[in-house]
């Protein structure tokens, strides 16, 4: 099977800047996506195609790619980011579609 | 505004049957593949299944091949997962996703851009 992996959890005060990333070895040759799920509700695209943002994502939100990692940037991070980020993508075959485990960020 | 309304989870033992529902309303159902992802209690996401716009191609995850059936009723708006053989891992918030594309295809890239509020299926004795 394959896995991307995430770090846990990643804490930053308001206004800083929070990196969340996500590895996998399909990930030069595959998209990356992301997904923000706050406490009780259903998961929200804020990611597409590696870098690409859905209308109403605001602006400070930003994903790259570089070789095996996909990075979420939240660029003065605000107390209402606060949340579980998920990164999905495939294989390189596309036979398997995961998600990453899940970074909860903290902003406080 | 697109929105999905997911039904018919509960609570069913283990090697019973179940079948969730997702109503559709918002955009041309046919148009769209559909899917499942799944949530175990506390846990990540974890993707089930997807079916393309016109039913034909269904593609599943390796936990749930040969037990879980996703189709859909074009006439109706409304996908569905028929859950068999059902075991206590099974246990998870079940939601309905709309995925931007007609044709899913194994060798390219696609995603879930609007998603339901979800269905809890409990698997116990």
């Known amino acids: 099977s394959y896995e991307l992996t995430q770090s846990p959890s990643v804490s930053v005060s308001p206004g800083q800047t929070a990196r969340i990333t996500c590895s996998g070895d399909?990930?030069?040759?595959?998209?990356t996506y992301w997904y923000q799920q706050k406490s009780g509700q259903a998961p929200v695209l804020v990611i597409y195609?590696?870098?690409k943002r859905p209308s109403g994502i605001p602006e400070r939100l930003s994903g790259s790619t570089s070789g095996t990692m996909a990075t979420l940037t939240i660029s003065g991070a605000q107390v209402e980011d606060e949340a579980d980020y998920y990164c999905?993508?495939?294989?390189?075959?596309?036979?398997?579609?995961?998600f990453g485990g899940g970074t909860k960020l903290t902003v406080l | 505004e697109v929105q999905l309304l997911e039904s018919g989870g509960g609570l069913v033992q283990p090697g019973g049957s179940l079948r969730v529902s997702c109503a559709a309303s918002?955009?041309?159902?046919?148009?769209?593949?559909m899917s499942w992802v799944r949530q175990a209690p506390g846990k990540g996401l974890e993707w089930v299944s997807v079916?393309?716009?016109?039913?034909?191609?269904?593609y599943y995850a390796d936990s749930v091949k040969g037990r879980f059936t996703i189709s859909r009723d074009n006439s109706k708006n409304t996908l569905y997962l028929q859950m068999n053989s059902l075991r206590g891992e099974d246990t998870a918030l079940y939601y309905c996703?709309?995925?931007?594309?007609?044709?899913?295809?194994?060798?390219?890239?696609?995603?879930?851009?609007?998603w339901g509020r979800g269905t809890l299926v409990t698997v116990s004795s």
């Open positions: 996703a709309k995925v931007p594309v007609a044709v899913v295809q194994l060798e390219r890239s696609w995603y879930f851009d609007v």
């Open positions: 918002g955009f041309t159902f046919s148009n769209y593949a």
């Open positions: 079916i393309g716009g016109s039913g034909t191609d269904t």
């Open positions: 399909a990930l030069p040759k595959k998209y």
């Open positions: 195609e590696d870098s």
């Open positions: 999905y993508s495939s294989d390189s075959s596309g036979n398997h579609r995961v």
